[in-house]
């Protein structure tokens, strides 16, 4: 059997206090794994946990050795304000364009602040898609995205998984969700205090 990237046992996130539920999961090399549930039920903090920026507060939390991860947040880039084209961020994150929709691929040469929400997101999430990581967090990867967006999304994360990587994505998209991933794991609220 393949070696678990990751593996969650019991774990319990959050910041200053807790804010999940203990969590079981397991993402395999070649495996997606979706994470759904309610607005505030600890989703981002999971992830931020996993990527060592959130606090673990019990339960186990279980990584292959020296995994490298590659974490997409909702956060809007740093460098949206910088005189930048999307080819620059391409060049600064040493991802290629090969692969790039069209939509996105004849608009490489613009500045980031004259990009749509959506062209600057997938330029963005396309930098990580193609970071050398061997597990990919992706916190609500099709925001701003249309329908094609949407597909050409999970042809790229299909692909990056048959090449060996792990996926763990958040999202509230139904049928993105249920469409790319091979497990889907609704993450219950915790008892609000
Ligand atoms: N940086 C932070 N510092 C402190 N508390 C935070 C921080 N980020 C999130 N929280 C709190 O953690 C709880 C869970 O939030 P989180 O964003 O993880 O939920 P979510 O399931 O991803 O929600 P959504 O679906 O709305 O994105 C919330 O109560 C939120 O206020």
């Known amino acids: 059997m393949t070696q678990p990237l990751l593996?969650?046992?019991?774990?319990?996130?959050g910041w200053q206090v807790p804010a999940t539920r203990p969590v079981d999961l397991m993402v395999a090399a070649g495996r997606i794994v979706g994470l759904t549930g309610a607005n505030g039920a600890g989703k981002s903090t999971l992830l931020a946990a996993i990527a060592g920026r959130a606090r673990v507060f019990c339960g186990q939390l279980e990584k292959k050795p020296d995994l490298r991860i590659g974490l997409q947040t909702q956060d809007v880039p740093p460098l949206s304000g910088l005189p930048l084209s999307g080819r620059d961020v391409l060049a600064l994150t040493a991802a290629s364009a090969d692969g790039l929709p069209p939509w996105l691929a004849d608009?490489?040469?613009?500045?980031?602040?004259?990009?749509?929400?959506g062209q600057r997101h997938y330029l963005a999430l396309w930098a990580v898609l193609q970071a050398p990581a061997e597990?990919?967090?992706?916190?609500e990867p099709t925001n701003n995205l249309d329908a094609q967006g949407v597909r050409h999304l999970a042809q790229a994360?299909?692909?990056?998984?048959?090449?060996?990587?792990?996926?763990?994505?958040?999202?509230?998209d139904a049928g993105?969700?249920?469409?790319v991933c091979d497990e889907v794991i609704v993450v219950e609220?915790?008892?609000?205090?």
């Open 157 to 172: 994360l299909r692909t990056r998984a048959d090449a060996g990587c792990g996926i763990l994505l958040v999202s509230h």
């Open 189 to 193: 609220a915790p008892d609000v205090v």
């Open 135 to 139: 597990l990919l967090l992706l916190d």
């Open 176 to 179: 993105f969700v249920n469409g």
């Open 7 to 13: 593996c969650l046992t019991g774990l319990v996130a």
């Open 107 to 117: 608009c490489l040469d613009r500045r980031l602040d004259r990009l749509s929400g």
